[in-house]
């Protein structure tokens, strides 16, 4: 048998389709598929559908399903063609600027600048720059998005000159909604079709995404994960994506949740679970009879939630919840092809089968109560009822009220663990209408009986598509909200990526002057520190439901079977009790007001924008032209003295620790995404280029200039560097033992030309895509860094900028083996490195010299390929010149 024995006709719709069905490898007593997980399926289909005998062979085929079928604990490398690449604009931003600076490098080389050029499609959504600014009043959205298009007008016209000068490339303008739940609702196909010469191909739906929440898309079966901007930058110029076939780890549901429980509950408790398992660069397939009771957008949430359980994909197969969910959201005619395809291929999950895994964990969904996460991992998950007592512990809010800030007289005061943001945000929980209408109905309950929000409280409502806010206005649920005080303030991600925007000066000042611990609760997926807001203490996550009634609480510390909310009308005390929803009526507004027209009616649109972008003036031209000017659009460093063959790599020699840092380092530490302070290096860089501090915006929208990036790398003002007491983005510049800015500090090791190290420990670049926390440790000279451990995503983009991974041993660390921060350190070898490797290292002060090993943190020998060629992007751009 050959690959060509895959290939078969099939006809639905009423046309002819050519597939690669891998159930002939059954047929052929060459592979059980009936018992291989379904992700494995959509891997082996996307090798047997590119097979070309050289990058993927038949053996290939082979090996997969006899990896799955088997499976084995160890794998070979594969090369993944993803059919589509998913972008939004913080990290798509810096992924045109490249390309644009890529198309000089080629025009400077004397080729066509044309080259460069997506081959497969990309999609980016518009989601990551609009701000809370306003809030509570009822055109909040309108002014929310007037200041976003100010402060970002150069870089949309950047992104919309990419959309005319690039192929396949689409934008999805602002205020559309947030691209994971934009792709869950309309552009995931599922079985996706496409054109070649033999005839119409089908297959399934796959993507590589520039952000970590892409893993949303697997409730609907589509498999895809979020991968570093320079991965994906690389596949767009139609490299594979080479990994090791990863191990599928099966979450077997059993039960049905108890009424009162959200998807948010069930999502922090596998969250909670799957961070004790480890399930790093796995994937998790969820299984089992309890699958039956997660609606799509309940598995939606789930999916969403994949970083935060450090797995690579959270995959839920197509069934009939599929259907219904494709029919609901106006794509009866995919559901259809879908369904036909998915059945002929065996990828259609009708939960008669036993799914073998690597391992299988049971979760019984009927013992899952409510809860929250925090203060500042998702993972940390608190059964609502023990809230109280461990963020009084936490916090030591029961010695610390005594400072009672209340210039309004109002029955509540500012205080230690007063809750200063609330926000329902995010396409973690806004894509789920069960948990929206449910908030709206505990907001018409508070409403009717007279409670309200007090006034040191930053409410927010930020759906993640517009489709949302028709079924809330149609309800008449939105009018409940706006009472309340949740007014519409934008489609886009916001708060949950730390765009909350300012908090009211008055308390701002009274938080830092009194050194307040105070709090926020959100409906999104990341709660890290000084995530949110930097003034902000804890971060508590937690469902829509939940975020209204925390917000009428005003407060962290409430038991609320024993502490009302508030005073009714008639002077009687309300607990939460009271004015939590019946699951039968939130049930009855869903299935009454959810309605497929305005899917239609949204989605019909959804490329046109509004009238500021149609008014957006640019040029076409087939290179960028950079103002030297701007302080948002930069030409980047990166290819600057590029040369055509690469260098061969040279020993570390007399390296300094830039860093010395502990475990769960985020990217959000590395690179943070929020507010600019005015007295760091970024602030500083601005305010000399005539920037004033209130139109600093972000450094996520900043990520277009290096400048500001490189100045803002290890500049989140809660990171702790162990050289230092203080915290913040301070290091210790040796041998002078002066204390500097890191970006301060690396300038002057540059230009002593000395080698620069970061030391750090387990879950190193946890949390978001990020490119940027790799690229600016590039930029900052730091040659490797020396973890416990690192996530998926952020070893990758490491890798992707020529910065090379190592690890620690088992058991040993920066402590354990007593190295000193004054010593020196070398590294022999480069040259010879091979994936999972050993490299020694030798410390040496005037005291001691300590000698040790690490293990060279590199998957695959494609990826010893990009640290030879100092990055992903300057071998892929080598190979094109010299071919």
């Not at 792709?183 to 996706?192: G, H």
């Not at 925007?501 to 409906?523: A, C, Q």
């Not at 900043?702 to 290091?731: C, P, W, Y």
């Not at 910065?803 to 354990?816: A, I, M, N, R, Y």
Request: charged share 20%; glycine share 6%.
């Amino acid at each position: 048998m050959t690959i060509t024995s895959l290939k078969q006709s099939l006809v639905f719709d009423n046309q002819e389709y050519i597939v690669h069905n891998i159930q002939k490898l059954q047929e052929n007593n060459l592979a059980v598929i009936d018992t291989m997980p379904f992700s494995a399926r959509v891997l082996i289909e996307n090798l047997a559908r590119h097979m070309d005998g050289k990058i993927i062979q038949w053996s290939h085929v082979l090996n997969a399903a006899g990896f799955y079928e088997s499976c084995k604990t160890s794998s070979e490398l594969v090369a993944f063609h993803p059919a589509r690449v998913l972008m939004q604009d913080f990290t798509g931003v810096p992924a045109v600027v490249d390309f644009a600076a890529m198309r000089d490098a080629v025009q400077r080389a004397g080729l066509d600048p044309k080259k460069i050029n997506p081959l497969v499609p990309v999609d980016l959504v518009i989601d990551h720059s609009i701000q809370v600014d306003h809030f509570r009043e009822k055109n909040a959205f309108f002014l929310n998005a007037q200041k976003e298009y100010k402060r970002n007008k150069e870089r949309y016209q950047l992104l919309k000159w990419a959309q005319k000068s690039f192929d396949n490339f689409r934008v999805v303008p602002p205020e559309s909604g947030i691209c994971h739940q934009v792709n869950l609702e309309y552009l995931a196909s599922v079985i996706a079709t496409k054109q070649t010469p033999q005839g119409l191909q089908a297959f399934p739906d796959t993507l590589v995404g520039t952000d970590s929440h892409t893993t949303m898309i697997n409730a609907l079966g589509v498999l895809g994960w979020g991968v570093g901007g320079i991965e994906a930058e690389a596949v767009m110029l139609g490299q594979p994506y080479y990994m090791n076939l990863p191990q599928i780890v099966g979450v077997n549901f059993v039960g049905k949740p108890q009424k009162h429980i959200t998807s948010t509950d069930i999502a922090l408790y596998v969250t909670n679970i799957l961070r004790e398992e480890n399930v790093v660069e796995k994937i998790v397939e969820y299984t089992g009879e309890g699958l039956k009771n997660l609606t799509l957008t309940d598995r939606a949430t789930i999916s969403n939630m994949s970083p935060e359980y450090g797995a690579t994909s959270g995959f839920f197969p197509v069934d009939e919840h599929t259907l219904d969910y494709l029919n609901q959201t106006n794509r009866s005619d995919t559901a259809a092809r879908v369904e036909s395809y998915c059945r002929a291929c065996n990828m259609f999950n009708t939960h008669d089968k036993e799914i073998k895994f690597s391992k299988k964990i049971d979760v019984d969904l009927s013992r899952i109560e409510i809860s929250v996460a925090g203060p500042s991992r998702p993972q940390d998950r608190v059964p609502l009822s023990d809230v109280k007592q461990k963020t009084t512990a936490i916090f030591d809010l029961g010695n610390r009220k005594n400072i009672q800030i209340n210039p309004k007289k109002e029955p509540l005061a500012l205080t230690n663990g007063s809750v200063v943001i609330a926000a329902i945000t995010s396409c973690t929980n806004t894509s789920n209408p069960y948990s929206m209408i449910g908030a709206g109905l505990a907001a018409r309950k508070a409403v009717q009986k007279g409670l309200s929000i007090p006034w040191y409280v930053k409410t927010s409502l930020s759906p993640g598509s517009r489709v949302v806010l028709d079924y809330l206005k149609g309800s008449g649920l939105m009018d409940d909200f706006e009472a309340l005080g949740f007014n519409n303030t934008g489609f886009g991600c916001m708060t949950c990526i730390g765009n909350s925007g300012p908090l009211d000066p008055f308390i701002e000042e009274s938080i830092k002057k009194n050194n307040l611990d105070v709090m926020s609760v959100l409906s999104g997926n990341r709660n890290f520190e000084a995530r949110i807001h930097q003034d902000v203490t804890g971060n508590f996550l937690m469902s829509p439901i939940l975020v209204v009634i925390y917000a009428i609480a005003g407060k962290i510390d409430i038991d609320f079977e024993s502490d009302p909310l508030g005073t009714s009308k008639n002077g009687k005390p309300v607990f939460m009790k009271d004015i939590w929803p019946e699951a039968e009526k939130i049930n009855h507004f869903v299935e009454t007001y959810v309605q497929q027209k305005f899917y239609k009616e949204q989605y019909s649109q959804i490329f046109t924008g509004d009238k500021l972008w149609q008014e957006l003036e640019v040029k076409e031209s087939t290179t960028f032209d950079f103002d030297e000017n701007s302080t948002y659009i930069r030409n980047p460093p990166f290819f600057t003295d590029f040369c055509v063959t690469a260098n061969d790599l040279t020993d570390i020699k007399n390296a300094r620790p830039l860093l010395i840092l502990s475990d769960s380092v985020t990217t959000d530490h590395i690179s943070p995404a929020g507010a600019i302070p005015v007295d760091y290096p970024a602030g500083k860089y601005l305010t000399d280029n005539d920037v004033k501090p209130w139109d600093f915006n972000s450094y996520g929208s900043r990520r277009g200039n290096h400048e500001v990036m490189m100045r803002g790398t290890f500049a989140n003002i809660r990171i702790k560097n162990q050289l230092v007491s203080d915290t913040g983005g301070i290091t210790l510049k040796f041998p002078e033992k002066e204390q500097q800015y890191v970006f301060d500090a690396s300038q002057k090791y540059m230009e002593e030309k000395t080698d620069l190290l970061v030391f750090g420990g387990s879950e190193y670049g946890t949390g978001s895509s990020r490119d940027w926390a790799a690229k600016g440790t590039s930029l900052l000279g730091v040659k490797a860094v020396i973890t416990t451990s690192f996530e998926r995503i952020h070893r990758s983009n490491l890798v992707g900028m020529g910065v090379l991974p190592l690890v620690f041993k088992d058991g040993e660390s920066f402590d354990t083996l007593g190295l000193s921060p004054d010593d020196t350190f070398e590294i022999k070898g480069l040259n010879q490195i091979k994936p999972d490797g050993l490299l020694t290292v030798t410390a040496k002060n005037e005291d001691k010299k300590t000698s040790f090993q690490v293990i060279v943190k590199l998957n695959t020998d494609i990826e010893i390929e990009y640290i030879k060629n100092g990055g992903i992007l300057h071998y892929v751009l080598r190979r094109m010149i010299n071919s």
